[in-house]
């Protein structure tokens, strides 16, 4: 089955640009999507098509998706984007969605 | 406002039933493909299950399939979760999302629930 793979964990100071990445074999031949998940909230989705923010997340949020990775950048992270992140993908070989395991994101 | 409110969630024995609820408004929920994903305690996301707008086709995750049949009344804008034979490892909260087409492939899922907590313990 398809795996995506993510860091258990990012840090970052305010101010500064957070990147987290989503591995996958040949993952840059598929759409993958971000979520954000802040502690006893539901996910929200922030990136989606690989680079398009839907409407009200900030333009901080950004991405981008090619080869095996993919990756979402936080420009100018902000205390309040302290969360967990992550990524989706269409498995075609399952025909199932995929999710990565998920990165902590801690901003100090 | 695109509404996703799930219920039906509890605690049940291992080996035991319970049929999730996921009441849709503020959209045409006829026109979206519908789908189930759920979080251990601790854990990460796991996709479940998800229904193309129709309801003609379904596709589970290999976790539970034989056992978590998905199913949908357009005309009550409700999505549904029937889950038999409970394993302690089915233990998490249950989200309903929307996909962002008809179909139930490739999708992003652009609207969630609050969630449904599912509690399998003897």
């Known amino acids: 089955s398809y795996e995506l793979t993510q860091p258990p964990s990012v840090s970052v100071s305010p101010g500064q640009t957070a990147s987290i990445t989503c591995s996958g074999d040949?993952?840059?031949?598929?759409?993958s999507a971000w979520y954000q998940q802040k502690p006893g909230q539901s996910p929200v989705l922030v990136i989606y098509h690989d680079r398009k923010r839907p409407s009200g997340i900030p333009e901080r949020f950004s991405g981008s998706n090619s080869g095996n990775t993919a990756t979402l950048t936080i420009s100018g992270t902000q205390a309040l984007d302290e969360a967990d992140y992550y990524c989706?993908?269409?498995?075609?070989?399952?025909?199932?969605?995929?999710f990565g395991g998920g990165t902590k994101l801690t901003v100090l | 406002e695109v509404q996703l409110v799930e219920s039906g969630g509890g605690v049940v024995q291992p080996g035991g039933s319970l049929r999730l609820s996921c009441a849709a408004s503020g959209f045409t929920f006829s026109n979206y493909g519908m789908h189930w994903v759920r979080q251990a305690p601790g854990k990460g996301l796991e996709y479940v299950s998800g229904i193309d707008s129709n309801g003609d086709s379904t596709y589970y995750a290999n976790s539970v399939k034989g056992r978590f049949t998905i199913s949908r009344d357009n005309s009550k804008n409700t999505l549904y979760l029937q889950m038999d034979s409970l394993r302690v490892e089915d233990m998490a909260v249950y989200y309903c999302?929307?996909?962002?087409?008809?179909?139930?492939?490739?999708?992003?899922?652009?609207?969630w629930g609050q969630g449904s907590l599912v509690t399998v313990s003897s």
């Open positions: 999302a929307r996909g962002d087409t008809a179909l139930v492939h490739q999708n992003y899922f652009d609207y």
């Open positions: 989706q993908a269409w498995d075609i070989s399952t025909a199932l969605e995929v």
């Open positions: 040949k993952l840059g031949d598929k759409y």
